[in-house]
């Protein structure tokens, strides 16, 4: 059995066998295929992995949309070594450590006012969760313990607890789960491809599907709703973007009925599209805000919900000694990823990679549009930032085919993408160079022919 092999650096430990892989359940795949065919990663720095038989992989897609400062950058190496070696694990419960408390304030900089508090988790799918019971918490501690609906939106994803897969719009999610949380709803998403097909950058209709939202408000009564929960730009799900207006109505029906209005932001956050958050960008501030991946650019799990001023001082009115919220993490500000994180933000800062995005946006645009006519059966093109999603029209019968022949096809080709459905999405490290931009289309543009 080679299992030990498998992770192996440079020393290319050769091809897995498939008794050596029975062991790891992967996570979102399909293992009996992936074992017939497995696309092993071994090594990773700036923006290439190499497989485990040493052939370079352009990384198209930061890994799952967190590496967002590339691979392997020393800095941040030898920030996690240092502190491995100074201290591995604090306890954060009536107790602590200053790593936490430094980062949390240097992240507050970064994020909009009055978003100045920060909660510390180690995923996506927990700050979902945290920022979910933070809101039922603030009505209740207010007075208002009737607001507990939740209302999110078609094909959204905000990871997999409880809580966010039921205010996700995913249909596997309640085919295998059954029904999720009671008590919540859903707007419509806003994808539109017979109307928006082909825009670059933002799409120009839609803005009036915001009105899902009054409706829903008068359907359950605004006494009974506690926060709704967008995506800004909705990336596992195929990436959606908003049209004009749409965020900022949203938050003008939820000011108006006393609703808290969650980003999240874990793919859109640190750079993605050209400011350090999308609400900057888009110019809508939330009351909470959830984050991960970026935050340590992928080298440890780390995730976090920024909390504005209003909904945290409510928590600080009990009385002396009594705990401020009933919740948190075993790993909650871990030393490990504070100090990656740090690290993160500095290689950030200096290298100027949060406003990249925005720099490279139109060549981005113009590579991205420019393989419209490398396939008839593409349907969709979409940009932001540093994001595409090329969509192809599905095979009939099997959808979702065409999507994996161009990952498996890219992959053997050099190229890491994502795909979900027949949705081809990338997001490539913040570091990418218009050369690795060429590259990227070049390899994409050849594969997308083949299908
Ligand atoms: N929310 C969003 C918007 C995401 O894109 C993801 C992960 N792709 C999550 C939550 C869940 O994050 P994690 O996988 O770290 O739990």
Redesign the pocket.
């Known amino acids: 059995d080679d299992a030990t092999s498998l992770p192996g650096q440079a020393a290319a430990p050769g091809p897995a066998t498939p008794a050596s892989m029975d062991a790891f359940w992967m996570p979102f795949t399909a293992n009996r295929q992936f074992r017939r065919t497995p696309r092993l990663l071994a090594a990773a720095e700036g923006m290439y992995y190499r497989d485990v038989e040493g052939r370079q992989i352009l990384d198209g897609t930061a890994g799952?949309?967190?590496c967002n400062a590339g691979h392997a950058r020393p800095r941040i190496v030898e920030a996690i070594a240092r502190q491995a070696a100074t201290m591995d694990f604090a306890p954060h419960f009536q107790m602590g450590s200053p790593l936490p408390f430094e980062l949390a304030a240097r992240l507050k900089e970064l994020a909009p006012r009055p978003l100045d508090h920060v909660f510390f988790t180690?995923?996506?799918?927990?700050?979902?969760d945290t920022a979910l019971k933070i809101a039922i918490a603030w009505h209740r501690a207010r007075g208002e313990g009737q607001r507990t609906r939740l209302i999110g939106r078609e094909k959204?994803?905000?990871?997999?607890?409880f809580g966010?897969f039921s205010v996700?719009g995913l249909p596997n999610n309640r085919k295998w789960f059954g029904p999720g949380l009671p008590g919540v709803d859903h707007m419509r998403h806003t994808l539109d491809i017979a109307r928006n097909a082909f825009s670059r950058g933002l799409p120009a209709h839609g803005v009036e599907l915001a009105e899902d939202l009054e409706r829903l408000v008068q359907l359950h009564d605004p006494s009974t709703i506690a926060a709704v929960i967008v995506?800004p730009i909705?990336?596992?799900a195929g990436v959606i973007l908003p049209p004009p207006g749409y965020l900022k109505r949203l938050r003008e029906i939820c000011d108006r009925y006393g609703i808290l209005l969650i980003f999240?932001?874990?793919?859109?956050g640190f750079g993605r599209v050209g400011a350090p958050f999308a609400a900057q960008r888009f110019e809508v501030t939330p009351d909470m805000m959830?984050v991960?991946?970026g935050l340590t650019s992928g080298c440890v799990?780390m995730?976090a919900v920024f909390v504005s001023d209003r909904v945290h001082e409510a928590f600080m009115q009990g009385p002396e000694g009594a705990i401020d919220l009933f919740h948190g993490y075993t790993y909650s500000g871990h030393p490990l990823a504070c100090a990656a994180a740090l690290a993160t933000l500095d290689t950030y800062a200096e290298e100027g990679l949060l406003a990249r995005a925005l720099e490279l946006e139109d060549y981005w645009a113009d590579g991205l549009h420019g393989l419209r006519s490398s396939n008839p059966g593409i349907i969709d093109i979409r940009n932001y930032g540093l994001i595409g999603a090329i969509e192809l029209a599905p095979q009939d019968g099997a959808p979702g085919a065409r999507g994996y022949q161009v990952l498996e096809r890219a992959f053997r080709k050099g190229l890491l993408v994502r795909t979900t459905g027949d949705t081809i999405a990338l997001s490539p490290p913040l570091i990418v160079e218009r050369q690795h931009i060429d590259d990227m289309f070049s390899m994409l543009g050849e594969v997308l022919a083949t299908v």
Do not use: M, R
């Open positions: 799952l949309w967190c180690n995923s996506g799918s927990e700050s979902v959204a994803y905000h990871g997999v607890g966010g996700g995506e909705s990336g596992s999240d932001e874990v793919i859109t959830t991960a991946k799990p995730g």
